[in-house]
């Protein structure tokens, strides 16, 4: 399964050993792993909340997949995204992909990696001292994906 | 009847994940039903308000507000999201 939506940790290597698993043709493998950092817009956190909306999450993130896929030369495609209650230093997210040379690897992963940041329905929520808040989205964030289109 | 999703800080202010709604005769989008919540006055009139940042999915599907519904669809409203 490409999109997997979970609440443990995933073991990276792993993941990447699992979809590279008997392809002699793939050359390189991209990925990029979000992290979860004790500091935001000055504040500390301590603790996140990551909600989202079932049944779209997985439609959303294999409609970006699909779209790496059209544009890209690559071979597969892997999402996890961790949801629940999330510290500092936890793993966010993981995206794999899989090509033949490095350019069409990098390239599809940032992609999806941009698009999931905007279009994919999760919200994260900070605890910090002064109490709970929603994060803000950044436009920062959506002038990444727009450099796509 | 159509469903109607609330996520995030909407589920906050609006408590409730979600309600069944008997659609009025003449309501076509998104942009109306949004209207229609809106006159709950309260925290529905301030979280919808025009101009607040409120994204919308049909049938699970980002959809701006001219996008059409129809009894049997699921409508959600939500903030700008936030993950990765």
Redesign the interface.
Known sequence: MPVRIQTEDFDVSREIARLREGNPQIGAVASFVGVVRDLNEGDRVSEMMLEHYPGMIEKSIGAIVDQAKSRWNIYEALVIHRVGTLKPLDQIVLVVVTSAHRGDAFAACEFIMDYLKTRAPFWKKEQTPAGSRWVEARSSDEFAAQRWS | MVTV?Y???L?EAFGRTSEQLALPEGLRDVTALRALLRGRGGAWAEELADGK?VRA?VN???ARGDVAIRDGDEI?F???????
């Open positions: 999703v996520c995030a800080r589920r940042p999915a699970q599907e980002m959600a939500f903030p700008p999201v936030t993950g990765g």
